[in-house]
């Protein structure tokens, strides 16, 4: 593979993401192999669609309830653990809950992806306290508040530049993959740009 721009100094990208959102997964999986092949030094974060949508009347308080659970475990692993566990942790979450389609087995999928990870059991009871929710919240505010309040997950910033998405599907491979993000980094890079867009004609797949 031939890298299409060359690259002499490393790139910090953030990577905002719930871990529930299929869409988030798959343009995280795109992000590892643009990383693969590119001078990118990755972080990632988490972001909330339970708090984003908590003033959403519309929403079921039970689902908002369920949404934050995940997000609370991978708060509670950065502040006990470091920034260090967040990917290897949303791995195993999103591989559980995207790839192998268990969105109702939180509380397994939880425990097994801490195990994967190498975190501590113990790990698993934050999904339901708010000792960490001011972390996560904070986290949340600082990727929302680059792209706006109309948008969702997930949010990657680059060069000083923030955007939602791209939302994708499937994740692209090799050379068509980098050529996405070169795309992708300089129609955000304009700061008078703010939305392509077109209907989904597929939901994600996961391959």
Excluded at 65 to 85: D, F, P, S, W
Excluded at 113 to 120: C, N, S
Aim: glycine share 8%.
């Amino acid at each position: 593979m031939t890298d299409t721009v060359a690259s002499t100094t490393v790139t910090p990208v953030d990577f905002w993401f719930d871990p529930s959102c299929p869409w988030a997964w798959m343009t995280s999986r795109w992000m590892d192999e643009v990383a693969a092949h590119r001078d990118l030094a990755v972080t990632f974060h988490v972001m909330s669609l339970g708090i984003l949508n908590e003033d959403n009347e519309g929403m079921d308080p039970a689902n908002l309830a369920k949404l934050i659970r995940y997000t609370r475990v991978v708060t509670a692993a950065t502040e006990l653990h470091g920034q260090a566990v967040v990917k290897p942790l949303y791995d195993a979450l999103g591989t559980r809950i995207h790839v192998e389609g268990r969105k109702d087995d939180q509380d397994a999928v939880i425990a097994e992806a801490l195990a994967e990870a190498g975190l501590p059991a113990e790990l698993a009871a934050f999904a339901d306290t708010d000792e960490y929710d001011a972390a996560m919240r904070a986290s949340h505010a600082d990727g929302i508040d680059r792209v706006g309040q109309d948008v969702g997950t997930p949010v990657i910033a680059v060069n000083g530049t923030a955007f939602f998405g791209p939302v994708i599907s499937p994740a692209p491979k090799g050379e068509i993959a980098l050529t996405l993000w070169d795309g992708v980094v300089a129609a955000a890079s304009y700061p008078g740009f703010f939305e392509l867009k077109r209907s989904r004609t597929v939901g994600p797949i996961f391959d």
